[in-house]
């Protein structure tokens, strides 16, 4: 019997109109554009400005731009995921406000949420009910308003973040393309150096909370950055290890957009050159689930049938994983 895999069969996305530079940062906070650029490789990021406008409504315009470009109804979709940090509400889902907008009325939804690594979380979980054969339309979504919970007087974390978001298609392949491997990871421990720390039921908002800015990023850089490039870089490795893949047999990596030494590192590890590097994080910044549909995305046109995928990620918690994929159509 011929092996049921999940393949991607259209990616898109969706950014805000206002940008936010380097140069504005330097008039917010201590900081400078030479600074910045040198120790993250971040040139600007995304804001999403507007009154009671939320992740669903980045993630909405991705979709929308998806089901366009892959010929897809609304009422075909068997199931949305959403990965995202910052969901529209702590309930319901932002995969049910994403699937109601766009009318998808016979599809079931939930969220992920899984940091920075919440894309491929999600991606590897869609591809099971793919490969069950029960599902034939499945559409995965990454997306954050990271600037609603980063705190714009702390130099350390809004100079990272970004607001973004990205979609793809997952259906039935029988070819041998589509997510081929995963491994993914967590460890809790992690989370006392990156994480938020009041507005969950340990710790429920209130005046003191609010007063102690206590509902924003907080992140102590050194350590996430040495646990992230020994993940990411290590997790990668084995993934192709595992696969019997070599530098050569690899066409590109798709790394998560936290920064590019970590992007720099898990390259290097994995041999590859970087030519063969997706990297956006220049204009978009972090946008956490984001970062890897927006890759996508942005490299569409230079992806082609049969290419091998490393995905990687890692995030707060802390979570890490990476995926095999193999690329299932040409440039359209």
């Not at 366009?68 to 009422?75: D, G, I, Q, V």
């Amino acid at each position: 019997m011929t092996k049921l895999t999940a393949a991607i069969t259209g990616v898109s996305g969706y950014v805000p109109d206002y940008i936010l530079t380097n140069k504005e940062l330097e008039t917010m906070v201590d900081t400078n554009d030479e600074w910045i650029t040198s120790r993250t490789g971040i040139k600007e990021r995304h804001i999403l400005k507007g009154e009671n406008l939320g992740t669903s409504y980045m993630a909405v315009k991705a979709v929308n731009d998806l089901l366009k470009k892959t010929n897809t109804k609304a009422e075909e979709i068997d199931l949305l995921i959403c990965a995202t940090t910052t969901p529209d509400m702590v309930f319901p889902a932002t995969a049910n406000l994403i699937t109601d907008e766009i009318g998808a009325k016979n599809a079931f939804g939930y969220d992920i949420q899984a940091a920075c690594s919440g894309f491929i979380f999600a991606l590897a979980t869609g591809a099971q009910f793919i490969e069950t054969g029960k599902y034939k339309k499945v559409v995965i979504v990454g997306g954050d308003k990271m600037s609603s919970i980063i705190d714009y007087t702390d130099r350390a974390t809004c100079i990272i973040f970004g607001d973004g978001a990205g979609a793809v298609m997952l259906e039935p392949n029988t070819e041998g393309y589509g997510v081929l491997d995963s491994i993914l990871k967590a460890d809790g421990s992690g989370a006392a150096f990156l994480h938020q720390k009041a507005g969950g039921s340990r710790k429920p908002a209130t005046e003191e909370t609010v007063r102690n800015r206590e509902h924003y990023v907080y992140q102590e850089g050194t350590t996430v950055f040495k646990f992230a490039v020994k993940g990411m870089a290590d997790v990668s490795a084995e993934i192709m290890e595992r696969n019997n893949l070599t530098a050569d047999d690899v066409a590109w990596l798709v790394p998560h957009q936290a920064n590019k030494r970590i992007i720099d590192a898990t390259a290097q590890r994995m041999n590859v050159g970087p030519e063969k590097v997706m990297l956006n994080i220049q204009k978009y910044g972090n946008t956490t689930s984001g970062t890897i549909p927006l890759c996508l995305w942005d490299y569409e046109n230079q992806l082609h049938k049969g290419d091998n995928l490393i995905i990687s990620a890692f995030g707060g918690g802390f979570t890490w994983g990476a995926l095999y994929v193999k690329w299932a159509y040409d440039p359209k």
